[in-house]
């Protein structure tokens, strides 16, 4: 198989995130209402909330495939794995930096001990050490077998970071205010949850774009230099 | 039956030998013992602490000075079998491993938890807090138990790295810290007198940490050393 | 009457979107030394 060769719908996915994230800024930044007390400030919500979404997500899918990988010894699905692992650290970088932005002129603080932003910090943490693990080895399978063990073990901070808000005080909004917790919730309008509603939608493509990108980028490595890979 | 027996007494083995170990050579104990102390003098100049120092600093600094002695005697464990391939010896005994997986942690709460026992008075008498209490000293054992439990799991995650020396605290303090925080505030909450049904959602938090880490030793630790 | 917080924004969207665009430039850069990489005849 040529792995040069891009597939049709890995080049229909490029094009639609190419064309849908300029247009999920353009929607968020001109055609949402400006927050009545925060500001436009408020509008970056919108990404804070789709990269922390996909962020959460692409964990998890590092652990389900990190579990494939185990049941199968297949390689294709450590290369998934840690390819989810990858962009799921840059939308948590993303998420954290956009709500330190956010914060900023809300909070007027940078970063407060808050239990959400606190458990987010763990999470990106203890993904960060799993590149340091990785390096740390030697052959392409003990790589993807404790890899995979760690990815397992380390998805149970996700969980932890969700329901940080449910399980402890805290000052960090509510947007799923289903079972209620101690945060304030904020409401939003039609218009507001539309914009949220559509960020998600593109965040999720663009997802899934990028690790499609990351796992040829890891399988074209592979028959590079299968032996030291 | 038979069957749940042969792996306790696998179990009681490989944790019998590491006390042998420790017995004869006595050299995790002390080490971690004196490095702790070592964190709790440091502590009280690097923070300028008063005596009369407040719980939540002394919970804090228990912790601290726990957790990180303790990775001396994971780190410690982990590599004493790694000598003169002693693992593999180990791995050939026909039992499964994780009955390994249990032992080994088993004899890294023993020796993590007496020296946070012993480090209870030495932190009362340095600080003037009266850390000598009942329900202290089982948040003490729980949160040592999920700490000691995940640190043998990942201990043999790292040894099989080349940077198999330093990797174990970056690999465990990050996966650890919600139980440190939860035993943390466990511990504050005791020493400014709240009881334990009070703080009851911190020791169920280390409760369900500690199981998990189990569980995943039970399930993973044969995969992490199967060659 | 909302804060004026226009400035930071602008300083958010810079950063989300600079983000993934520097973490697409990394995976287009490295794909393509692994390409040239393939490409090389074997010594």
């Known amino acids: 198989m040529n792995v040069l060769k891009k597939p049709i719908l890995l080049v229909i ?21 400006v927050e009545a007390v925060m500001g436009p400030v408020q509008k970056v919500f919108y990404f804070h909330v789709s990269a922390a979404w996909a962020g959460m997500l692409c964990f998890i899918i590092g652990a389900v495939t990190g579990g494939a990988y185990l049941l199968t010894r ?73 890899g995979a063990v760690y990815a397992i073990v380390a998805v149970l901070t996700v969980p932890l970071t969700f329901f940080s808000i449910r399980l402890f005080r805290t000052i960090h909004p509510v947007v ?29 493509l663009m997802l899934i774009d990028l690790v499609w990108h990351r796992y040829r980028l890891a399988q074209l490595q592979y028959e590079t230099s299968p032996e030291v890979n | 039956m038979t069957g749940v027996l042969a792996y306790l007494a696998a179990v009681w083995q490989v944790f019998r030998k590491d006390i042998q170990v420790e017995w ?21 100049f690097a923070l300028q602490l008063s005596p009369d ?45 994780s009955a390994v997986f249990f032992g080994k942690a088993l004899g890294n709460f023993c020796f993590t938890s007496l020296v946070g026992l012993l480090l209870l008075p030495i932190v009362s008498l340095f600080y003037q807090q009266n850390l000598l209490r009942l329900p202290l000293a089982a948040v003490l054992l729980l949160g040592v ?54 703080l009851s959602s911190w020791v169920y938090l280390i409760l369900a940490g500690a199981l998990l880490f189990n569980a995943a030793g039970l399930l993973f630790f044969e995969i992490i050393l199967e060659e | 009457m ?16 600079g983000t993934l665009i520097a973490y697409t430039l990394s995976l287009i850069i490295r794909t393509k030394a692994t390409k040239k990489k393939k490409n090389e005849p074997r010594q």
């Open chain 1, 13 to 33: 996915l490029d094009i639609l995130t190419l064309v849908l994230v300029p247009a999920a800024v353009v929607l968020v930044v001109f055609f949402t209402p």
């Open chain 1, 74 to 146: 297949r390689l294709h699905w450590d290369w998934l794995s840690t390819s989810s692992i990858e962009v799921g650290l840059v939308f948590a970088l993303i998420a954290i930096l956009s709500g330190m932005i956010w914060a900023r002129p809300i909070w007027n603080t940078w970063w407060v001990w808050d239990p959400r932003l606190t458990t987010t910090a763990i999470m990106t943490l203890v993904y960060l050490a799993y590149f340091i693990l990785r390096s740390g080895l030697n052959t392409q399978e003990t790589r993807a077998r404790l």
């Open chain 1, 176 to 204: 799923i205010a289903t079972g209620g917790g101690d945060g304030p919730a904020f409401n939003m309008s039609p218009r507001m949850l539309t914009a949220l509603f559509a960020s998600l939608f593109v965040f999720t």
């Open chain 2, 24 to 44: 004869r050579g006595r050299q995790g104990i002390p080490v971690m013992l004196v490095f702790a102390l070592m964190i709790v003098f440091l502590f009280n």
């Open chain 2, 53 to 97: 120092l407040q719980a939540g600093l002394a919970a804090g600094l228990l912790w601290v000075s726990l957790a990180f002695a303790s990775t001396l005697g994971l780190n410690r464990s982990i590599s004493l079998e790694r000598e003169n391939n002693a693992l593999d010896g180990l791995l050939l005994a026909p039992v499964d491993r």
């Open chain 2, 145 to 198: 138990a999920a700490y000691t439990s995940l640190g043998t799991l990942l201990s043999a995650l790292s040894i099989q790295a080349r940077t198999r020396d330093i990797l174990l605290p970056v690999l465990l303090f990050p996966l650890a810290l919600p139980i440190l925080i939860a035993a943390v505030e466990a511990t504050r909450g005791l020493l400014s007198g709240q009881t334990l049904a009070e």
């Open chain 3, 2 to 17: 909302p804060a004026n917080t226009l400035n930071e924004m602008i300083l958010g969207f810079a950063v989300i979107l």
